[in-house]
């Protein structure tokens, strides 16, 4: 049995979603109704995963941050290109498991996405690596795509966008350097999950996601905060949420304001990843 935790505050739809997802056999979801009592289901050996639901976020991921002290703890939203035809458990070609619907609509991992997070190269660096890892457990090819404020030719118009011009080649440099020595990563290798691939698409967001990149990293946290609201909540692109990396627990962030379809996605994938740990 897989057990789930998730936290409901005023929007009801976690209560809908989590009475449908009760439907497996195998899963029960339980709610919880303050972050306190979220943060003891996380502690708990018993609990496979934890979907924060409604709640509020800022406070659950300080805790979260003060029980894993030694950890560096991001998000990646996971989103899907097309809602026209998203489905749940529909191996990928080549890969393990994975969430594409058909062979038009993709999923990537979009990050930084928490207001708060993703402020200096260094955490955006570790963010991509903490992605990587994360598409490489699923058996798909790491493609990154790094964004920033502004075209490459862009050089001159203010300080912010030179700094954030500059920024995106030295990320994409960074990752480079790191994959070059890294044995995790080989374009050579028979294993597809360590090939990959990297490239400084600077604003053009459209671009890197028609090249179908799996990795988007924006160039802050506010930034990718407006891309999933852009994205997701006004263009209803299917989410499963956002995963939290670079901790061992399951931990499914999600909005306050999202559909039934949305909270059931984001139980459908950490249902998925707990029944991969068992």
Known sequence: ???????????????????????????????????????????????????????????IMKYLRELDKDSKIHRATYINTDGSGFTLNVPAPGSKRGYVSSNENFEFLLSPVGIDEGNTLEERFELAIQSCKFIQSLGMEVKIAILADGRSDDVGRSERIDKSLEDSEKLTQMLLDEFEKSSDFDNDSDDISKHYSVKNYYILLEQAIKDKNNIIISPDGISG??????????????????????????FIDTSRDQSVKGYLRSLNLAYDLAKDKK
Do not use: Q
């Open 225 to 250: 905060n407006i891309l999933f609201r852009a994205l997701v909540l006004l263009n209803s692109w299917p989410s499963c949420g956002a995963v939290t990396l670079g901790i061992d627990k399951i």
């Open 1 to 59: 049995m897989i057990n789930i935790v998730a936290g409901f505050d005023k929007n009801e739809n976690i209560l809908l979603a989590a009475k449908e997802a009760n439907k497996h056999t195998d899963l029960n979801v339980d709610i919880v109704e303050s972050e306190e009592d979220l943060i003891k289901a996380y502690s708990d050996p018993n609990v496979d995963a934890v979907v924060r639901g409604s709640l509020k976020s800022s406070k």
